[in-house]
């Protein structure tokens, strides 16, 4: 099915597998952290493609649980019915924000557990964009930027499917961890929930083969946070982190980026980081390019002092 698509249209969905034994990872860590009865608990995993974690809760022994899928691509969502029909599963082939919208599992799964499609604003029609915006605000009281990628609604909007005390592991991209519009998503795991733990994968540590984005795993749970609560930060493999720290959730503000897990890296003494060459910026936005950008031919026509001048990149579409 995977070669069935263009890279580009895979892309444009999001559609990255999750590497088995990280999932199998992640269930093993996830499970066990919710307390309660003994009862069969529900799991649901929103965009389950192939039904990748099911089969690590199979792998694990795991089977007093009623799992439910969702999967918006119907060539995908008949894997995991094909494979698992002898099983306590449900596949539900929609899109996961209309099934959330309809009500239905509405706070009643203890267990969630997913790898979302980390799809870029560019690729969302603004109309869908804005429709999400206005239900997160609606239900959640947070403000999303219109450039958030698609896992930020994921998130905030599964935030429904939910028990009081339920858990959920999140496989994600790391760019929330840093930027403008991962507010929304910090603010949340502040505010809102009670944060467990952030998992950082080293940045040469890619965990899917067709998609170079640095990924982490934030697990927490659906119960209003505790200021005196410490929570987890790791690096390194997920099950056996090289490094580990603990910090007062009352000291981490949705408001400031989380760079807690850069230090470790940083104190390495033989790497050498780009940070300690250059200057790295996203680009440059002057307001007034034609008199702010000139060529250093115009630039000593008219006799500006090289002090006061700094060289730039063109755009990249002029780069050879």
Not at 6 to 14: A, C, P, T, V, Y
Not at 271 to 283: A, D, I, S
Request: contains cysteine.
């Amino acid at each position: 099915i995977d070669n069935a698509r263009s890279s580009l249209e895979r892309n444009q969905k999001g559609q990255f597998s999750t590497p088995f034994s990280l999932a199998r990872d992640i269930v093993k860590y996830t499970v066990p952290l919710h307390q309660g009865s003994t009862e069969k608990k529900t799991v649901l995993e929103p965009a389950c493609g192939s039904g990748v974690f099911f089969s690590a809760f199979l792998g694990l022994g795991l089977t007093n649980f009623s799992f439910k899928e969702i999967e918006i691509d119907a060539a995908y969502a008949s894997i995991g019915e094909s494979l698992f029909t002898d099983h306590d599963l449900t596949v539900f082939t929609e899109d996961v924000f209309s099934f959330a919208e309809s009500g239905r599992l509405r706070g009643q799964c203890q267990i969630l557990i997913t790898n979302p499609p980390y799809v870029r604003h560019h690729h969302r029609p603004p109309a869908l964009k804005e429709v999400l915006r206005a239900r997160v605000l609606r239900e959640l009281g947070i403000q999303v930027s219109g450039l958030s990628g698609l896992y930020v609604y994921f998130m905030l909007l599964c935030d429904s499917f939910l028990t009081k005390d339920g858990i959920a592991s999140w496989l994600i991209p790391c760019e929330f961890l840093y930027t403008n519009y991962g507010k929304a998503l910090r603010d949340y795991l502040r505010t809102q929930v009670t944060l467990l733990r952030i998992h950082k994968f080293k940045s040469e540590d890619v965990q899917f083969d067709d998609a170079l984005v640095s990924s982490c795993v934030v697990t927490y749970q659906k119960h209003v946070p505790d200021g005196d609560k410490l929570v987890k930060f790791t690096t390194g493999t997920f099950d056996s982190p090289t490094s580990s720290r603990d910090i007062p959730l009352a000291s981490i503000s949705p408001e400031e980026k989380w760079t807690f897990l850069d230090e470790s890296e940083k104190s390495t003494p033989d790497r050498l980081l780009l940070e300690n060459l250059f200057q790295v910026t996203r680009g440059l936005a002057t307001g007034n390019n034609e008199f702010f950008i000139l060529s250093r031919e115009k630039a000593e026509a008219k006799g500006i002092n090289p002090q006061f001048i700094v060289p730039i990149l063109p755009g990249p579409r002029y780069l050879k």
